[in-house]
């Protein structure tokens, strides 16, 4: 008998079976090119194989049914695997290798790609690891290789399993590329080997990581300390590209008169928070990498409305909703208090402006789009969305600041709200940093 797929096509059991193998050739293909986009693809692609084989599709009394990966080895032969993870236990610590995950073995750099299938015909092989060898000439041969090898000549292991090092060092390049585009020349970003050792030195962090990346948080941003020049470039590029002046209101005006004399990390009713002084003096504490924040967040993070249904991933983490008021959202969401928010810290400004200028530039600098009235800018920076910094305040000031990108106008408009006040599109969204 047929079965019907998620796209309510027809297919036997063989053409399904031919169409799943299909799928995981592409998706180890594309998670090869360890480029975000290919990552999305594969992303998309993992989950049709996912439906494609969905348990309510198979008969109960048939074993599941899974896909194999053809994949050369160094002296020509063939060898099929499965793109399954694998752990290992070294230095009282256990690594865990993801399909695409890479190390050093015997000091030279490797990625791993799934074990050897039982349906290979050489059954000594059967479970064994299998790795590509000369990454950085390319790769396109493997090895098969004894799990002791890895316990006892394995190094340097990158345990995320979306934020590869290859992934690391292209948004990099892209937040160089950004911040040279909008005139901001001097920011002074880290280089790949200290970001990439600065984010695996630590393995509370990596254990956060393995967590968050799962919930989401995939986007690495690299924000400067300093945020007026950040505004002030950014406003020079929209009025170039057809947008309006910005709006700054007297919060906003206080804080880029002295920069010095704001507070992050706030918590709210206490007299509490840091200043950039501070956090330049102790950089490790905050984040903080060669003078720049770095951090992950959601590469969308469109606000859900409070009447509107809940947004859950696949973790059983609910998206944060608009509509409580500054204190409700630090008890709810970065207290600590529910693990499925563990790590995250409400943005500060300059991780949003960050964030916004990537999202400017990807939509009109790179391509030179113009922003007039003929030219939809709804979908630049979720723009139907308000972003509170609740860590964020000004002495001596009551409100804190928010910001959002105003489509109509095709304006950037910075204001504040009391803390003690409440919008349904008035809510903070979510970092992750190393540590603060």
Request: hydrophobic share 35%.
């Given at each position: 008998m047929p079965i019907q797929n998620s796209a309510d096509e027809f297919l036997s059991p063989e053409e399904k079976e031919a169409r799943g193998i299909l799928l995981a050739q592409e998706i180890t293909a594309l998670r090869k090119e360890n480029t975000q986009e290919s990552q999305e693809v594969a992303i998309a692609k993992a989950q049709e194989l996912?439906?494609?084989?969905?348990?309510?599709?198979?008969?109960?009394?048939?074993?599941?049914?899974?896909?194999?990966?053809?994949?050369?080895?160094?002296?020509?032969?063939?060898?099929?695997?499965?793109?399954?993870?694998?752990?290992?236990?070294?230095?009282?610590?256990?690594?865990?290798?993801?399909?695409?995950?890479?190390?050093?073995?015997?000091?030279?750099?490797?990625?791993?790609?799934?074990l050897v299938d039982t349906t290979d015909p050489n059954t000594e092989n059967h479970n064994k690891p299998v790795i590509e060898i000369d990454i950085a000439a390319g790769g396109g041969l493997h090895q098969i290789i004894e799990p002791a090898t890895i316990e006892i000549e394995g190094s340097d292991f990158w345990s995320w399993e979306k934020l590869t090092p290859e992934v690391i060092e292209q948004q990099l390049a892209a937040w160089q590329t950004v911040y040279n585009e909008i005139g901001l020349t001097e920011v002074n970003l880290p280089s790949n080997e200290a970001l990439l050792a600065y984010l695996s030195d630590n393995q509370e962090f990596?254990?956060?990581?393995?967590?968050?990346?799962?919930?989401?948080?995939?986007?690495?941003?690299?924000?400067?300390?300093?945020?007026?020049?950040?505004?002030?470039?950014?406003?020079?590029?929209?009025?170039?590209?057809?947008?309006?002046?910005?709006?700054?209101?007297?919060?906003?005006?206080?804080?880029?008169?002295?920069?010095?004399?704001?507070?992050?990390?706030?918590?709210?009713?206490?007299?509490?928070?840091?200043?950039?002084?501070?956090?330049?003096?102790?950089?490790?504490d905050f984040g903080v990498l060669n003078g720049c924040f770095v951090s992950f967040v959601e590469p969308r993070q469109n606000i859900v409305k409070r009447d509107e249904p809940d947004v859950t991933d696949p973790t059983g983490r609910k998206a944060i909703k608009g509509g409580l008021n500054a204190q409700a959202y630090q008890d709810k969401y970065f207290s600590g208090a529910d693990p499925n928010y563990q790590g995250e810290q409400a943005m500060i400004p300059q991780e949003w402006l960050a964030s916004f200028a990537a999202d400017l530039y990807n939509k009109y600098l790179k391509d030179n789009r113009q922003m007039d009235a003929s030219t939809p800018v709804t979908n630049l920076m979720d723009a139907a969305t308000v972003t509170w910094f609740t860590s964020t305040s000004v002495p001596g000031r009551g409100d804190l600041p928010y910001a959002y990108w105003n489509s109509d106008d095709r304006q950037l408009y910075f204001h504040d709200y009391g803390p003690a006040s409440s919008s349904e599109l008035l809510a903070p969204r979510p970092s992750v940093r190393k540590k603060s």
């Open positions: 996912e439906r494609l084989f969905a348990p309510q599709a198979i008969p109960e009394n048939e074993p599941e049914l899974y896909s194999t990966t053809e994949l050369t080895l160094e002296d020509g032969a063939h060898v099929l695997i499965r793109p399954e993870n694998f752990s290992i236990q070294k230095d009282s610590k256990t690594h865990n290798l993801f399909p695409g995950s890479t190390f050093k073995l015997s000091g030279v750099r490797v990625r791993f790609k799934g990596i254990e956060l990581m393995q967590r968050k990346e799962q919930q989401g948080f995939t986007q690495m941003v690299i924000a400067p300390l300093k945020i007026k020049d950040m505004i002030d470039k950014l406003n020079t590029a929209i009025k170039a590209h057809g947008g309006t002046d910005q709006y700054l209101s007297d919060t906003w005006k206080e804080m880029l008169k002295d920069e010095t004399k704001t507070h992050y990390f706030v918590n709210l009713g206490q007299d509490q928070g840091s200043t950039i002084s501070q956090i330049q003096a102790k950089p490790e």
